[in-house]
T-cell receptor
Framework: TQLLEQSPQFLSIQEGENLTVYCNSS?????LQWYRQEPGEGPVLLVT?????EVKKLKRLTFQFGDARKDSSLHITAAQPGDTGLYLC????????????FGEGTQLTVNP | DVKVTQSSRYLVKRTGEKVFLECVQD?????MFWYRQDPGLGLRLIYF???????EKGDIPEGYSVSREKKERFSLILESASTNQTSMYLC?????????FGPGTRLTVT
């Protein structure tokens, strides 16, 4: 079974600060996705990274896929209260078809 | 927009009851999934299905079964609910790898 370890599990910061969330594995993934989940809702896809070393930007969010396709990071610049939520990484295994392996999640709280 | 709906947002059941959780998607997706979500454990896959009448066990299938009689509908069944099945249950559908989630059912078993 492939595992994805996400850190930190909890993060509470002030508005305007920067932060990074990490997602690590000993397994290689064909692609890695990041989702955000708000209370009372299901996770919603933010981005998919496919190529080793790939960097994608979504406004103040920067996503990176490791060169070896075993890890990923999410960096948020100048966090805002609207960024508050649970961030989940999910990896597509090389032989798992459409099945995803999810990390444990990072609960981010941005205080005004 | 893809829509995945789940039959109940909140459900309270007694130990030993049979529980049905229904999930419907409107985008003709082949793949459907059931997860449970618990704090600190992320999403754990219970069962999934790649086609009608087809089902595959996920990582934690014990105590659960599923039914997929129609492409758009995927049901999760707790044959005899137990307190350790109190959790948030999320259904998802997908085409390729991207998954679309329903809003979840928070199930409490007392």
């Amino acid at each position: 079974t492939q595992l994805l370890e996400q850190s930190p599990q909890f993060l509470s910061i002030q508005e305007g600060e920067n932060l990074t969330v990490y997602c690590n594995s000993s397994s290689v993934f064909s692609s890695l996705q990041w989702y955000r989940q708000e209370p009372g809702e299901g996770p919603v896809l933010l981005v998919t990274v496919v190529t080793g070393g790939e960097v994608k930007k979504l406004k103040r969010l920067t996503f990176q896929f490791g060169d070896a396709r075993k890890d990923s990071s999410l960096h948020i610049t100048a966090a805002q209260p609207g960024d508050t939520g649970l961030y989940l990484c999910a990896g597509e295994g090389e032989t798992s078809g459409s099945r995803l392996t999810f990390g444990e999640g990072t609960q981010l709280t941005v205080n005004p | 927009d893809v829509k995945v709906t789940q039959s109940s947002r909140y459900l309270v059941k007694r130990t030993g009851e049979k529980v049905f959780l229904e999930c419907v998607q409107d985008m003709d997706h082949e793949n459907m999934f059931w997860y449970r979500q618990d704090p600190g454990l992320g999403l754990r896959l219970i069962y999934f299905s790649y086609d009608v009448k087809m089902k595959e066990k996920g990582d934690i299938p014990e105590g659960y079964s599923v039914s997929r009689e129609k492409k758009e509908r995927f049901s999760l069944i707790l044959e005899s609910a137990s307190t350790n099945q109190t959790s948030m249950y999320l259904c998802a559908s997908s085409i390729m790898v991207r998954q679309y989630f329903g809003p979840g059912t928070r199930l409490t078993v007392t």
